[in-house]
């Protein structure tokens, strides 16, 4: 999913403007940035935490080349999802699966079916 689509998404269940969708949308991911620069964390209940990590300096090779670099200490962001959005998320993955799996059984049957009556 883009940007663009979250902004699409909002607009819809807010009533906004795209553009007034995608200000919100902008603002709030100026905003995570902002709070993570200043304090290198942020908690947002039932969603996760965004923290900032220290990577140390370390050898690490080239996939497409095979050839080792070495890559110097830094900082990245990690994020940590909430229990209540994976639990979410688990749960909706399941039922999509099971629905698909019911879907591929049903196809078999229904291109025999077609067969016998040619």
Known sequence: MTKKEVVRLV????????????EVV????????????????????NFGVF???RRAAR????PRTGVE???DEHETVAFKPGKM??????????????K???KA?????????AKKAR
Request: no cysteine; glycine share 2%; hydrophobic share 40%.
């Open 69 to 71: 670099v070495w890559v």
């Open 85 to 98: 959005m994976v639990a979410q998320v688990q749960t909706e993955r399941k039922k999509r699966a099971a």
């Open 26 to 45: 902008q603002t709030t991911f100026d905003s995570i940035i902002e709070v993570l620069v200043k304090t290198g964390r942020l908690e947002l209940r």
């Open 51 to 53: 923290a900032v990590k």
């Open 105 to 113: 059984a049903k196809a078999p049957k229904a291109a025999k079916t």
């Open 59 to 62: 050898n690490a090779r080239n």
């Open 100 to 102: 698909a799996t019911k």
């Open 11 to 22: 607009s819809e269940k807010t009533g906004l403007s795209q553009q007034e969708a995608k």
